[in-house]
């Protein structure tokens, strides 16, 4: 019997070390998840910020040529101020470029996790009390299963080795209470 509670013991703390392993992974999952989220969103948000400069830059790209035809006759508003003229370098094309490689790597990631989940981690997807509960029970079920399985043969084994030993100790009984011819002693009597 203590061995049984040593047993289902040791089943049970299996089985709670794998639901720890896998609520770990679970939360590795959801970790990833978040990232993934997260840089989808900087990436939306760097996209809004790049359509605000591009706008910005027509904006005063406009504005800087109609100050040059209003200051046509001073040779434009370079000459007007007296400095040397600057002219706008848009640059954005290496962000979008940037922004596609992001959101290749989000499709890729996306893509690659979602073939890892097989239908068993599916099923611990769904609550976290109930892969606790089959974790913890799987063992001693396994046990159980293990010892229905096994139990008839050992019983058997068992209840031979306890009858030969019975039958032993009953022959030894019989043989002590009857003397045997060799044994006998004529100075006895």
Known sequence: LLTLIVRTGIAAGVGTGTATLIRGNQQFDALTQAINLDLAQLKNSIRHLQGSLDSLAETVLQN????????????????ALGE??????????????SLAVVRQHLQKRTKIRKQNQNWYKNIFNWSPWLTTLITALAGPLALLLLLLTLGPYILNKLLAFVCKRLEAIQLMVLRSKYHHPNDWDPTED
């Open 64 to 79: 800087r040529r109609g100050l040059d035809l209003m200051l046509l006759h001073q040779r434009g508003l370079c000459q």
């Open 84 to 97: 040397q003229c600057c002219f706008y370098a848009n640059n954005s094309g290496i962000v979008q470029d």
